[in-house]
């Protein structure tokens, strides 16, 4: 294990710093400004990925700033969980550039130029995020990738995107005050914030009062970006972004920022025996296993396509706390490898529902019966990448589910395994009637769907005819055009059937573009009127540039899947959890 | 002649102060260049004071050549010295935007000088009742400066700040006899030694700290005597509003902790633990109150005001918990506030020239029709929320780890929430600059508001007033990094301080 002084990593946040002013100036050329981004992108991943046959026999790299506060230094450290987090980010970097560039010119959107300078500003937090050498460090570049991430949360510019994007930024800033208190006892209580494996609060020296609230105050901070219940709720209203934002930002970066600030937490400032020997970790458990249960539920009542599946980000991520909280070595390494596997599968499912947005501009999926004739690839990308997060086998999510729950009946956890799997089975049912609508049924003849449509309470066929009171208001903020029926149908028997409340033809409020606002007043998603047009399987359905980064994080996921240890990110994983004292290989 | 630098820094001003007027029997526009070389001037000798100060320590002189305690004694250690730095290095930044923005008649540049004058005396001075003589010129001539605006609110204003200061000064000069009586000497070095005799829990010394300490927090605009405040900030000269919110309350906090620390000493803190608990609480609700009062505000500039009743009690708050973090913090955090208060001054007055804006609302859309103006005002913002590596989060964490160190833990929970807080009112300006499209030109709003307060004389902006604001936005992030270097620097003063 030695320290090697290098520049690399400094270069890799770097790459996408210094690349912000050259976008800035190549406003005016938008081909110039995409390449800029890309070449950006290449440069970072190629930095990091130099770095990894170094890490994985045993160095770690690091670079010192010089002190910035009270005799801590501004550090980077890449060792092996740092290097897993930023090889994933600036791997998706690239997939997600190409991506942008065919939804962004798809949608034929406004502040382009704003929107890739604030990417590159995000992916350079990101990594300073992953390379942190200590507490300090790390709070520094999570603050920062909080303010670059706010344009692109509220780059609509429409009243919805600038409330998401307040709350966006209380919540996160409001966490980045929690890591901040948690940063300061820690330092209190120890006299240093560095990350070393096996953590820096020994339970016996400290007051456990203390010491808790320090975790719990870190724990807190961290777990509003990785969307643990009930700080989460950012998250689902964060949808109204563009697409690759939702992707690569809230599915990848940011979130994954949050969980591995938690995974530094658990392993390198307190350590796994002290987090034990406290008893903190049942308590991250339990909220991790009720946030994994209660968002897929939630989810499954989820029309638009992006929330539900932000709802099954919210739950997927609790799937990583817990692994972290559990503590022994099999869901560690579970909850680790789980950072990738989500991460590609994930992003893959938000880059089909933005193609899908910008090819059909549908975005609820009762409309989306009968797509896989206009979108086969795309749909099949989606079923591939829905079977990984139920954790079917063969693809990303199934490895790292089974360690989770190897990990959970070692310790004697039998309740959390039972929620994993659980948890799948909801998965299950709110992923596959999307994939089996799209390749199964049609516009015209598709079943009609319960768990959306069914109102709060159950239907009881009353005499007015109107639904009861929980219909028609669902969480998507919309309410039946049909609600004043509910008085008025009193003497109308035949307005009993509530799908009448349920209109798919009404306008979808998120994401607003602007490519048919001169052709359409009152534009709705949804099968044009001879219902979906079939489409070849070689690419027609849409521009390559939203495809192959589809179909390149699909295949990702199946890599993972199929063969875990020759993708790198298993032996990144492993190398992680080893190095901790006490863990036997 | 290094023996005379810290008369000298009193004296360049007031005498420079006078060249204006009389330059003005022959022309209009001598004003700046002289002040220009003033300041400039001062600049170097506040620098060699702080070179002077780190190698010899503590430097004393005796004006007149008259023995220390009956003659007056000016002292300098490093938290002066910082402090004289600040004041000569913004004075003379505000001048490359006066030099289109401001009155340019002469009478102003002499006030100018002499406010200077009157905030450097406050910083070197070693003598309670010198410190009273300069506070009264520091603030006639703030007075005088906010009414240059000729403008009737700027009148009216003034007449507040003239009245509400003039009770803030008497109360410290009434502390400061109440001292005279106790102990029989003004000097402070002398006070220090012979208040522990008179007592420190005796009536007389009580009442002398709460009259003193009451009369700076007047000139500090800690709430709730800080009502002077908005009203001055928002109806002076842009470049007058700069000028003293970067430096009249900071100098004010400077003496408030001159006084604590070098004449009642941390003794005083601890033999009377009911003294530091007042101070601290009156500080954390002025951060409390500042802001939220702040949130209500539709005029820019006077939510700046409030923005700075609410960073002061951060300051404040510093000084009071006493342990050498957070004193570095506060310390820094004054400078820095300076810095950042200043600028965004500096930049609503060039938003005011390009765009006639000067209400929240008005701010729409800022980012296309003032787009330097519009980044440095976002970054420092940022940077007085709290986002690191800017000097705000450095400020904030020595202040928020030395309060812990102190034990004080409620004050922890106010300064680590004053983050949220100040997010509260500056995130809603970045927010409407940048992703709210611009008001219709055919509102009368804001036209309205320039027929009512703008100057009619109102200069197109410069390249030199932009050039002021991206230069304090760009200080207000490097100086952030710096902060360790300041502390090892001034870490011996903090020492004898705080014995």
Redesign the interface.
Known sequence: MTDVTSLRPVLAVLASGLAIPLILAARDRPNLREGVTVAAALTKFGLVASLVPGVLAGDTYTFEFGTLATGIELAFRVDALGLLFGLLASLLWIVTSFYSIGYMRGLDEHAQTRYFASFAASLAAAIGVAFAANLLTIFVFYELLTVATYPLVTHDETDEARAAGRKYLTYTFGGGVAVLGGTLLVFWMTGTTAFQPGGIVDAAAQDPVLARAAFALLATGFGVKAALMPVHSWLPDAMVAPTPVSGLLHAVAVVKSGVFGLARLVMHVFGPETVGELGVGLPLAVVATVTLLTASVIALRKDNLKRRLAYSTVSQLSYIVLGLALLGKDALLGGLLHIPAHAFMKLTLFFCAGAIHVETHTDDISDMAGIGRRMPLTMAAFAVASAGMAGIPLLAGFVSKWYIVIGALEGGGVVFAAALLVSGVLNIAYFWPVVYQAYFESPDGHDEKPLLEGPFGGRSLRADGGGTDGHGSTEDGRSGPDDGDEDGGILDPGAGDDRDDYDPDRPEPYHEDHVDDDDHEHFHGGPPEGGWAAVGWRGGESTWFMLGPILAAATGAVLIGVAPYAAVFFRIVEAAVLELPGVVA | MIDHVPVLLIVLPIVAGALPLLAGLVSDRAGWPIAVLAMVGQTGLAGWLGYAVATEGTISYEVGGFAAPFGIELVADGLSAAVAALIAVVALGVLGYVRTAGPREDSFFSLYLLLVAGLTGMTVTGDVFNLYVFLEITGLAAYALVASGRRASAAVAALKYLIVGTVGASLYLLGVGYLLAATGTLNMADLAAKLPEVGYDSTLVLTAFALIVGGLAVKVALFPVHTWQPGAYATAPDSVSALISALVSTVAAYALARILFSVFTVEFLRAVPVAQTALTVVAAVSVVAGSVLAVSQTDVQRMLAYSSVSQFGLVVAGFAVATP?AVVGALVHLVGHAVMKGGLFAATGVVRRRTGATTIRGYDGLSARAPVAAGSFAVLA?AM?G???AVG??GK??I??GA??GGAWGL?VVL??S??LT?AYF??MV?RM????PPDPADEEDTAALADGGDPTDAPVSPGMVAVVVAAALVAVAL??T??II?GAIDATIQTLLQ
């Not at chain 2, 940048?434 to 499209?437: K, L, W």
Request: aromatic letters at 16%.
């Open positions: 973090a940022l929320v986002v690191p590596p989060f450095v964490w020595y928020v780890l812990i160190r922890v680590l929430a983050t949220l997010l995130a809603r927010e940048y992703f709210t499209a952030g990094p902060v360790p502390e």
